[in-house]
Nanobody
């Protein structure tokens, strides 16, 4: 099982980045996909979710209207388009896939993370 993120980097405030996550080794379409981030000294934060069923999306209030999560089940991938970036968006961003089969059976996979730095 692999989740491999790409697309991080350094960007100026107000700029844009697109993160991508390529999945392999499991039935991607059956998993909710999430983007988390973790800034230095802070807890990991859920940024955006794309549900496996129906494709519903959810966003943290801090990124609503600026970030867009999208998934392509045919390509086993999920992306995070980040616009109007702010210095407080600086963090390591992680791709996550989760399937809750029952209260006691949860399948969950994480990528290795990609650094996003927003600075002038």
């Amino acid at each position: 099982v692999l989740l491999v993120e790409s697309g991080g980097g350094l960007v100026q405030p107000g700029g844009s980045l697109r993160l991508s996550c390529a999945a392999s080794g499991f039935t991607f379409s059956g998993y909710d996909t999430n983007w988390y981030r973790q800034a230095p000294g802070k807890e990991r934060e859920l940024v955006a979710t794309s549900r496996s069923a129906g494709g519903n999306t959810n966003y943290a209030d801090s990124v609503k209207g600026r970030f867009t999560i999208s998934r392509d089940n045919a390509k086993n991938s999920v992306s995070l388009q980040m616009n109007s970036l702010k210095p407080e968006d600086t963090a390591v961003y992680y791709c996550n896939a989760r399937a809750i089969k029952s209260p006691l059976l949860v399948y969950e996979y994480w990528g290795q993370g990609t650094q996003v730095t927003v600075s002038s």
